[in-house]
């Protein structure tokens, strides 16, 4: 998980209210994604980065929205949080010497 | 949707015994890369196999991928205690498209 962080890590909100969940890397990559990690399914893509500012949908992105300001910060938006929005969310930076994806630690979102 | 699913589900061994455990998948791949996530942890890369190759070795990891059969496995020699984890693999068809199955949970017991 070294160089890749996300905030909060837990949070529990309600239907309809907006949520941001944040993911900082100091590795310099240039590729970001949001993953979410539900029983049986695996990893599904939300939304991925290829560079500031440039962004796009993954596999599973209704109802989020994403934004990259700066090469370190990729954020994770729910416009308005839904029970099917729970689930634990994992931030990932690419790069080394495999192009790998590295993950941060995940954040365990509760929609009641 | 799913490219490559795990088999099996879950696996529980003895420490010091072998583990395997396979990946099927459905497309044409760039590469296969195999991820450990332990418990309320994020995933962890472990070693990759692109599409030309036919086996690797990492360490106690031994990965062959068969691509006329669409599939990998992944085998620990010689397991420990600490190998307990769930075990993904993760196919990659381009820089932006990387598909991850539901998983292999494995136990090993001490």
């Known amino acids: 998980d070294a160089g890749i962080t996300q905030s909060p890590r837990h949070k529990v909100t309600e239907t309809g209210t907006p949520v941001t969940l944040r993911c900082h890397q100091t590795e310099n990559h240039r590729y970001m994604y949001w993953y979410r990690q539900d029983p049986g399914h695996g990893l599904r893509l939300i939304h991925y980065s290829y560079g500031v500012k440039d962004t796009d949908k993954g596999e599973v992105s209704d109802g989020y929205s994403v934004s990259r300001s700066k090469t370190e910060d990729f954020l994770l938006t729910l416009e308005s949080a839904t029970s099917s929005q729970t689930s634990v969310y994992f931030c990932?930076?690419?790069?080394?010497?495999?192009?790998?994806?590295?993950f941060g630690p995940g954040t365990r979102l509760t929609v009641l | 949707s799913q490219q490559g699913e795990e088999d099996p589900q879950a696996l529980s061994i003895q420490e010091g015994e072998n583990a395997t455990m396979n990946c099927s998948y459905k497309?044409?791949?760039?590469?296969l890369q195999w991820y450990r996530q332990n418990s309320g942890r994020g995933l962890v890369h472990l070693i990759l196999i692109r599409s030309n190759e036919r086996e690797k070795h990492s360490g106690r990891l031994r990965v062959t991928l068969d691509t006329s059969k669409k599939s990998s496995s992944l085998l620990i020699t010689a397991s420990r205690a600490a190998d307990t984890a769930s075990y993904f693999c993760a196919t990659e068809i381009d820089n932006n498209d990387m598909r991850f199955g539901a998983g292999t949970r494995l136990t090993v017991k001490p």
């Open positions: 990932a930076s690419r790069g080394g010497a495999h192009n790998e994806q590295f």
């Open positions: 497309t044409s791949i760039n590469n």
